[in-house]
């Protein structure tokens, strides 16, 4: 018996990293899984992301768990995209259970630097294209009275981070969404949570723009990045993370252990955000 036997959860951004550890570890405990991502580069995005072979490669890791699984190329930044992917869950599974809102992008640059193209793509993959994957699930949910989404934010909606202030923007933006998700839905039983990863190990975090930022210096590598890593969390033996260890805190969310839970915003971050302030770079 499975934690979520019957159940049919929808992963957006689920062709690698963080999506396919979502997509995975909730097959594991019985559910069957609609796999949606855009698998295509986004310009403004400087790292490769995630391909049309990387989604088919999900599909099969959930059907060789003995799970039923679709794999739907949309882009978040679509309504239309995102409904069409609702409406075929239902057709094809049934129903729509869960929500796993977890597409995103990430990219580096001074604010007074940044594009308008860099801002706008940042807030409407991560920001707006979340709140149009609630969009297109809540009215199923509603109907059925039941229904779980939990929506990726990060440890930076609590926290200024320099370089990406369009993330930061994006993602304290995102947890204000959840708790007005929460409570606009909690009258139709359906719940909404957050996950606030830390440094976690996916492809978002595994290009020289991380390697740099985390070495404080151009030419980073990524022994700086792990060293980096280290020194980001607090908790012991914690650098870089793998992605499951924010899947398994969705899955409780999703769960009926949680199931007197909504509206809250859980950090998995080694203990970064326990971590006092200093200044690394002091002008004098």
Same mark, same amino acid.
């Given at each position: 018996m499975g934690k979520l036997d019957g159940k049919v959860a929808l992963v957006t951004g689920a062709a690698r990293g963080q999506g396919r550890a979502h997509a995975t570890t909730l097959a594991r405990e019985g559910a069957d899984v609609v796999a949606v991502d855009i698998a295509?580069?986004? %310009?403004?995005?400087?790292?490769?992301?995630? !391909?049309?072979d990387d989604l088919a490669e999900t599909v099969k890791l959930v059907e060789g768990i003995g799970r039923r699984?679709?794999?739907i190329q949309a882009d978040v930044r679509s309504q239309a995209q995102l409904d069409d992917a609702v409406a075929r869950a239902i057709a094809e599974l049934g129903h729509v259970d869960i929500l796993i809102a977890n597409a995103g992008i990430h990219s580096l640059a001074p604010f007074w630097e940044m594009s308008e193209e860099m801002w706008d793509d940042m807030i409407d993959v991560n920001l707006t294209g979340v709140w149009k994957?609630?969009?297109?699930? %809540?009215?199923?949910?509603?109907?059925?009275? !039941?229904?779980s989404i939990v929506m990726t934010a990060s440890v930076k909606a609590f926290e200024p981070g320099a370089n990406y202030a369009h993330y930061v923007a994006a993602k304290r933006g995102l947890v204000g969404l959840m708790g007005t998700v929460?409570?606009?839905?909690?009258?139709y039983g359906i719940r909404c949570n957050a996950v606030c990863p830390g440094a976690i190990d996916t492809g978002m975090t595994d290009w020289q723009g991380m390697y740099d930022m985390m070495a404080g210096r151009a030419g980073g590598t990524r022994e700086d990045r792990e060293r980096g890593g280290r020194r980001f969390h607090a908790l012991k033996g914690h650098g870089f993370m793998p992605p499951e260890m924010v899947a398994n805190a969705a899955l409780w969310l999703v769960s009926d252990e949680a199931s007197a839970i909504t509206g809250v915003s859980v950090p998995v971050d080694g203990g970064h955000l326990l971590l006092p302030g200093f200044n690394h770079n002091p002008v004098e």
């Open positions: 295509a580069q986004i %310009a403004t995005v400087d790292y490769p992301m995630a !391909s049309q699984a679709i794999g994957s609630a969009k297109a699930v %809540a009215p199923h949910m509603i109907e059925r009275g !039941s229904g929460a409570l606009e839905l909690a009258p």
